[in-house]
């Protein structure tokens, strides 16, 4: 069945950087669109940004100034997420989501990631 | 960016109940929104995309209206696997945003 499964929690502390893998599997990689949502403890859904993995075109939310990077390994069928420069208030889950296409919605998630940072 | 604003941000509801969400953009997204219901330690569910247009697998009695600026969520009878919160999200434009939430709780 189609699933995407996350790379496992991480902890890291304050200026680091945490990279969250997203692997694909049961439907064509490059076909969907991925995107990535963080939930903070409690708090609601922020959408990060979206790789589109046939052309490598990411785009991410501007609130996170060039911090997140987004890439993607077609060789696996697996996306990233890299945020740098981290703070205390990035401590979240993290998503990754696929869309099928732009008339869609997010239809499949991956079980998320929860990353802490803490000194 | 397009904010979204869901009412009410928390419902007490009964088994058997009709209930309705509202979310409300603050400019047209056409049909282009989404629901999720999310359940605690879980990834958010889609429910509805394109205002209206029911997920495969979910039960007929949730159900989708609106379009432009004004949206609903209708469960027609509450079961006890409903309970959870649910999310609008524009999908019109980047930055694709959420609402903050609706808690629906049992009465």
């Known amino acids: 069945q189609v699933q995407l499964v996350q790379s496992g929690a991480e902890v890291r502390e304050p200026g680091a950087s945490v990279k969250v893998s997203c692997q694909a599997s049961?439907?064509?990689?490059?076909?969907?669109?991925m995107h990535w949502v963080r939930q903070a403890p409690g708090q609601g859904l922020e959408w990060m940004g979206i790789i589109n993995p046939r052309i490598n075109s990411p785009v991410h939310a501007q609130k996170f100034h060039g911090r997140v990077t987004l890439t993607r390994d077609t060789s696996t069928g697996t996306g990233y997420m890299e945020l740098s420069s981290l703070r205390s208030d990035d401590t979240a889950v993290y998503y990754c989501?696929?869309?099928?296409?732009?008339?869609?919605?997010?239809?499949?998630w991956g079980q998320g990631t929860l990353v802490t940072v803490s000194s | 960016d397009i904010q979204l604003t869901q009412s009410p941000s928390f419902l007490s509801a009964s088994v058997g109940d009709r209930v309705t969400i509202t979310c409300r953009a603050s400019q047209g997204i056409s049909s282009y929104l989404a629901w999720y219901q999310q359940k605690p330690g879980k990834a958010p569910k889609l429910l509805i995309y394109?205002?209206?247009t029911l997920q495969t697998g979910v039960p007929s009695r949730f159900s989708g209206s609106g379009s432009g600026t004004e949206f609903t969520l209708t469960i027609s009878s509450l079961q006890p696997e409903d309970f959870a919160t649910f999310y609008c999200?524009?999908?019109?434009?980047?930055?694709?945003?959420f609402g903050q939430g609706t808690k629906l709780e049992i009465k």
């Open positions: 999200q524009q999908l019109n434009r980047y930055p694709y945003t």
């Open positions: 049961g439907y064509t990689f490059t076909t969907s669109y």
């Open positions: 989501a696929r869309m099928a296409s732009s008339d869609d919605a997010f239809d499949v």
């Open positions: 394109a205002a209206s």
